[in-house]
């Protein structure tokens, strides 16, 4: 059973667009959702993490949303560049324990 | 930035060779490292859990005999996968995490590893 459901599994914005990618969760008990960076050949490098105390947390370009009733969460990159063309994973852990990572999505940023 | 350094980056070799991986720990004592295995354009799926000084716990499904693990050193974990076949090509990536400061896993640049 996948504990972290990822959408889409790609998608293709143009410069300076807003990239939104959605994760959603089925267990109470995560308490940590990071989002993870990954070009070819290397590993993933986190992004932005949140935990469910706050429904939102911004850093520069990048904001995670999150809906706690819900069980979802969100990653918005505004004002998106060519650079930001990478894979892009959902994860989410109980007490920064086992890490349950979703399906990815492939994002390329249109010149 | 706290570093995981993982070597080597790539290895190709025949089938019925075993392979080390070795993920190290720059800058912080790794009390727990985890191993995860990533298919082409697929998402990661954790091997298994060492903890420094002990038996590693693995994952549903993965096998101990054929991928051993060993977490000797508070920055030092290997990965051997055992007489190596084609289908066990495939992208290994460790993470290591710090349990005394409480921060979450570090992940290194992963080993693709080929057997021929």
């Known amino acids: 059973q996948q504990q972290v459901k990822q959408s889409p599994q790609s998608l293709i914005v143009q410069k300076g667009g807003i990239s939104i990618i959605n994760c959603a969760y089925e267990?109470?008990?995560?308490?940590?959702f990071p989002w993870y960076q990954q070009f070819p050949g290397k590993g993933p490098a986190l992004l932005i993490a949140?935990?469910?105390?706050?429904s939102e947390k911004k850093e520069g370009r990048f904001t995670i949303s999150f809906n706690k009733s819900a069980k979802q969460f969100s990653l918005h990159i505004m004002d998106s560049q060519p650079g930001d063309s990478a894979t892009y994973f959902c994860?989410?852990?109980?007490?920064?324990?086992?890490?349950?990572f979703g399906s990815g999505t492939k994002l390329n940023v249109k010149p | 930035g706290a570093v995981v350094s993982q070597h080597p980056s790539r290895v190709i070799c025949k089938s019925g060779t075993s392979v080390k991986i070795e993920c190290r720990s720059l800058?912080?004592?790794?009390?727990?490292m985890f191993w995860y295995r990533q298919f082409p354009k697929k998402s990661l799926m954790l091997m298994a859990t060492?903890?420094?000084?002990?038996?590693?716990?693995?994952e549903q499904g993965v096998e101990k005999d054929k991928f051993l693990i060993n977490h000797a050193s508070l920055t030092l974990s290997t990965l051997t996968v055992t007489s190596a076949h084609p289908e066990d090509s495939s992208f290994y990536i460790c993470?290591?995490?710090?349990?005394?400061?409480?921060?979450?896993?570090?992940f290194g640049d992963g080993t693709r590893l080929s057997i021929l």
């Open positions: 993470s290591a995490r710090d349990l005394v400061s409480n921060q979450p896993q570090h």
């Open positions: 267990n109470t008990a995560f308490d940590y």
């Open positions: 949140i935990r469910p105390d706050v």
């Open positions: 994860a989410a852990s109980s007490a920064l324990n086992k890490f349950y």
């Open positions: 800058d912080f004592q790794a009390t727990t």
């Open positions: 060492s903890n420094e000084g002990s038996k590693a716990t693995y």
